[in-house]
């Protein structure tokens, strides 16, 4: 939680973050400013004080509404003037802003740099300010490691009420799309509208991000609504122009955030419109059954990497392949059973077997093993995002039944 | 255009770029990849031969329909054994994987790294590699000088002509708008609906979301809908809660992209419901004069500064202070004439008066002068997205009335 930076920033012996980059669709920025309309600039941290954000004049209202002290770049550091003293190269511009910040604030020691941005602009900046302050360390953090992923694992009942909004709004319009597949006939195994034009994945794709909108949620990374042999290959999205057939699987993988890049809900349900195979009803009773038998083994601070094991072993004593044994099948059980969920849709704990994370009280994950065969032309996932609450339960935030068959309103 | 690169890198004398990241909401990589659904990994491009997209063994069926080479970082390199090469340190297991690569390449010179992406964690995979690598010179580039930046700043036919396709559904979407709002009717100055509540800001732009993804746009960066004093701030977004006043300025700047994350459109109109008072009508005026004198002027092969001089010139030559004389003002012009367009909202070149860059043709920029009176309550911008043709033409790509007074329909 927010509420441990300051420890966080203790214990890997940091004296600021210095987070770069918009307000939106920028988790470690959006951590800290909420959802603003910041365009860009910067934000300081340091320990024991409130943080710092530094804005362009033009932002100087969105800035305020923050609730974050703000330092206003022309009117505070005469940014203008500074462009001129580095004959107008905004890198070292920029070089000199912050070195003046960090003189200003007194920072000589350790800091801890994160924000999506444009890398190599960034780079350059970078670049220009250690070679300006040899002294200063500016590190980059792993991913899973910084300090802002490290206190973002653990959400606080705000968080988890917004993440739970956001599945509600996701399963609506999961519950939208099972009403809208099935009110459609069938003709030669394939969904036709009125008149009787086939329906397309395309077409789908168009209603999903529709009514998300609707229900005012953004869809910044899509959705997987992948048939047959496409669904047997976990991020295949699904061909825009491909008819939809009854009785193959389809994966529909949906996993939108709240408008303006807050926070996200991971949920996947797997569908046969009408009946299922024998054999796709065989692997999604088997995803089903290690899906509840790991669900209900999953308990606090205990290594993440313990439950994907399960998951490969258990998959593995019923006869499916799982990367576990071969990291480069592509039959099987192929990815990891889950992840941290937030203001990333895939950030810590990592369940990978190999690392090291533990699961926390307070955390919010993905569950979601699938088995996936695509040259038998199937693939199965049911996906379900929970909270490890504080008092040791799993609880799904948002309930939705996980049947695979959908029966046609019209049959 | 992408058939620059090669002549660009020379000219740069880079032997390399490598960029990072997914392949939606990301520039550089979208211009290599187009719209498709790869959410990590890199590229790297060498000059004279075809860029080849690294990427994950569950992506790449997605990778192959690139038309890029691609390269399966589990197949190709065994990265699983890299990883446990690194102690599962994903930073030095990413490094040793990039240190392949380079070696099977070839590459020892100066590499040029872009990429939107998590900073930090590539900062530090970066710097890895250089300790590893002391005689390769990876370079940030800056933001508007970079051989990608550069190549991407003229458009061929294909992406004007999906730039322009943005543009009919932008202003389909703004004419939507206007039609929703003078549906309503008045009462106390302020817009009500049938059940004679007040509509607010928060509604239209669920609207504007909801509309913008019914034609299959999406709008990641949000819109402006800033009433009175607020659009009086050239950023100021408008306030969710606040009611719509009629006689007053409206700033509508909107700015959405297709879906997936690519070409974008930005479109900006100043309305008054049912009428406009008199210092409105000043300001506005004033500005659709400076606005028809500068377009009218704008030449190809031109220093772009040049176009923001004259604006000010003009602005201040009618008694309105500008960022020519002080860059520290809120009131006046306070802001640049336009930018280019493309796979970012904002992209070279720049017409900042103070930046060299000259306006080629085919470039697609905006053009957008405004004057902003916060403590008047007003603020009058006008935008419109154009293409300087081969030709030496400014053609606005689509068009769409000016008018600043929108009749009430019930009046």
Known sequence: MKTDIDR????????ALLVLGPSAHNAPMTYFTDLAHLSELFLLKMSGRKAIHFHKPMEREEAAATGLETKDIFVDYDYPALLEQANRDSNQAQALLLEKVLAEYKIHGRI?????????NWLRTIDILRRKLPNVEILGENRLRSVI???????????????RAMGRITTAVVGDVAGYLTSHSVKDGYLVNREGEQLTIGNVKRKINLWLAMRGAENPKGSIFAVGRDAGIPHSTGTASDPIPVGQTIVFDIYPCEAGGGYFYDFTRTWCLDHAPDDVLQIYEDVLEVYETVYSAIRPHKPCRDYQIQTCELFEAKGHPTILSNPLITDGYVHSLAHGIGLDVHEAPSFYSKDDDVLLPGSVITVEPGLYYPDRGMGVRIEDTAWMRPDGVLETLVEFPKDI????QRA
Request: aromatic letters at 2%; a neutral charge; glycine letters at 8%.
């Open 112 to 120: 801890g740099i994160s924000g999506k941005i444009a890398f190599g």
């Open 8 to 15: 966080l920033m203790k214990e890997a012996n940091l004296d």
């Open 405 to 408: 068959v959908l029966k046609m």
């Open 149 to 163: 992923t490290q206190a973002r694992v653990t959400k606080d009942d705000s968080e988890i009420e917004r993440i």
